[in-house]
């Protein structure tokens, strides 16, 4: 039996991506250790030349990217990604209080998530060591059995494959996101954010030699994952998956039209499996969202417009200090009105009156 067949029979799970010479790559479930995440810490620690500026910088296209508020476009997208892996379901539904107070797992992702990339390179590394010790208590069993998942067997929040999956969620939902409303990024654009993503994905414990190689093999990724039998919808994350794009156990109402975006934006296959409504009362709300939103969009001003966690960053490089609109929509986006440990920053950056 040659090598190909090899993987496509195995009894383990694997991943396959396109890899630099176009060949496909097996790679077993691993867990992250402590060793390994310290040495992506240092790793990123060294490629850092100006601290304050954090991993990035205000040149990067990660900030360009990032700091767009049409960024919340594409976070149903990523979440229901996100509950199609059967790990990350049952870790929601047995570590999270997803069913009770989703905006409190949508608060947590961007707490994280906007530190790392605007804050400076010490707030980055102190966000990653917390979610790395908060990820070593998530652990448990699958309670029924989906996809390449028997009912019993064993899940970790920090574990490669896992990990890399729902970081793809998120890299990948944000390009959709921005093109939605504005130009279409060129395709040195994609290189570019993809290669500061690996940086990125070191801080979420995820060695770029465990990341395809370039964004046309980041897309393949992308696409073999939907239809492999490590994506697999059971009755609970269907549930949970509806739960989150009906706002339920939230204050905040999930309009129709965003209910229908995502819908247009998840792979036809998951959109069946998760049930989820695409008629063709659906199909046109979408489409009008998509025709509208790029003039509403583009008209709104830069304070609003970009998100709280970028002013933040501004005002850290220019020694201001942040303002109420910036606590606000801080406040929107992580459910507080600075980004996770801004009191280091404290000396150089003037408080407000």
Sequence with gaps: MGHQSRILLSTTTTRLFASESNRNMEHTYTPVSRAEIEQLWSTVAAGVSQPNDGIFGPSSISWKINRESALFL?????????????????ALDQHSNLRSDPLARFHNTFKVVFTTIFGTLQQALAASRSLYQLHTRIQGEVPASAGAFPAGSHYQANEVDALRWVFATLVESA???YESVLPALSSAEKESYYAESKTLAMLFGISPTALPANWSAFEQYNREMWVSETLAINPMSREMAHRVLHGRGSWVPVPHWYRALTAAWMPNQ????????YGEREQRAAAKALR????????????LRYVGP???????LQHRGVGPLTRASNRF??????MLLHHQNEATSPREP
């Design 333 to 338: 986006w992580m459910g507080q009105s600075r």
């Design 175 to 177: 390009v959709i996101a």
């Design 310 to 316: 970028y002013h933040e960053a501004c005002a850290r």
């Design 292 to 303: 509208r939103l790029p003039t509403v969009y583009r008209s709104i001003p830069p304070a």
């Design 270 to 277: 998951l959109r069946e499996a998760f049930a989820l409504s």
């Design 74 to 90: 594409g976070a149903g997208r990523a979440s229901l990604l996100q509950l199609a892996h059967p790990w990350v379901a049952a």
